[in-house]
């Protein structure tokens, strides 16, 4: 997530937790066994162990080392089978910036049904961390967490509905650069659609999934800005184990690349299990912190919901006066 207020400390969320759970009233839905088998720890160990490497150097936002895990996702989705969206019939879009460049990673499952394909239902995380600072013995700010998990949780995503009959929807699988400077590559999304913006059904945009919450049941995630739309209740009565933001002081709603097409109007996101961990934003984010049991089990739980909104006809929509203002540049 990008630097914001400080975190504060852990507060009492005994109230302020409300389970989005519909019909189902149980945060411990039990996953499809297709789900299950679909996306294995050895296979997320297998992203994150390169992702969040200390070879990797931190994926500073618009470094080489960004570069190289825009690459790797890419090569990733290429073997898939996957519509490339980036230059030049590639999966990757250079972005080019007042000092430097920046990368997104664009990839797209084309829907099945020539009148729905146009819909669009979109999953995005960021490539980028803090790179190599300071004076410590561990210098390296690795990101496993942060965002490492979100971007193994989209590609685990993709690959699961790669192997699947398409669905009505087209699904779009986004990775953006440099969200730790402020958002740039999904600026450049939001200002460059490969899509219209206006197609995009719903955004959720995965970050920081990779260690439990302990303020919330167990294998639960939060959704950001959860009071605003209509999406988390329809989510949670198709499987989602999804609670209300914990933290509503935090604004993690307003803090992460959903924020910015929010502001243009597109139900935008994010889905985390961040329990303001004391290894946010440092060089302790690395592998050793990460539950890969609870990551595995999370990415596995967002399958279902997912294809559910992709084969429904179910569009969210903004609650009474929960619209952010909109940035109509």
Same mark, same amino acid.
């Given at each position: ?11 009492? *969320? ?49 470094? =080489? ?12 989705? !290429? ?12 999966? *990757? ?21 020539? !009148? !729905?394909?146009?819909?669009? *239902? ?36 993709? =690959? ?10 087209? *699904? ?116 050793? =912190?990460?539950?890969?049991? =609870? ?35």
């Amino acid at each position: 997530m990008t630097r914001g207020a400080r975190i504060s400390g852990r507060v009492s *969320v005994a109230a302020a937790i409300v389970l989005l759970l519909a019909a189902r009233g149980d945060a411990r839905v039990d996953v499809p066994r297709a789900d299950r088998e679909a996306v294995t720890e050895a296979a997320v160990r297998g992203h994150m162990e390169m992702l969040a490497s200390d070879a990797m150097n931190g994926r500073e936002s618009g470094s =080489h080392d960004e570069w190289v895990a825009a690459t790797y996702v890419a090569s990733q989705l !290429r073997q898939w089978g996957l519509e490339p969206l980036g230059d030049a019939d590639g999966f *990757v879009r250079t972005i080019a910036l007042e000092s430097g460049q920046t990368w997104n990673v664009l990839g797209i499952i084309r829907g099945r049904d020539p !009148r !729905r394909a146009e819909e669009v *239902v979109m999953l995005s995380a960021h490539l980028d961390n803090l790179g190599v600072h300071g004076t410590r013995e561990d210098r390296i700010y690795n990101g496993a967490d942060d965002d490492a998990s979100g971007v193994t949780g989209v590609l685990e995503i993709a =690959h699961a509905l790669a192997r699947r009959p398409r669905a009505p929807r087209s *699904v779009l699988f986004a990775w953006f650069g440099s969200e730790e400077r402020g958002g740039l590559g999904v600026q450049d999304f939001r200002d460059h659609p490969p899509v219209p913006l206006t197609s995009i059904v719903a955004s959720l945009e995965l970050e920081m999934i990779g260690r439990p919450n302990p303020d919330l049941p167990p294998r639960t995630v939060w959704l950001s800005g959860d009071d605003r739309t209509t999406l988390g209740a329809a989510l949670a009565a198709h499987g989602a184990r999804l609670a209300a933001d914990p933290y509503p002081s935090e604004r993690f709603f307003e803090r992460s690349d959903n924020f910015f097409l929010a502001r243009r109007g597109v139900i935008a996101q994010t889905i985390s299990t961040f329990g303001l961990q004391p290894e946010y934003h440092s060089p302790s984010d690395d592998l050793a =912190h990460i539950d890969f049991a =609870h990551l595995t089990a999370t990415i596995q739980s967002l399958i279902a919901p997912v294809e559910w909104l992709s084969h429904s006809s179910f569009t969210p929509a903004w609650r009474e006066g929960k619209k952010p203002e909109v940035d109509s540049r």
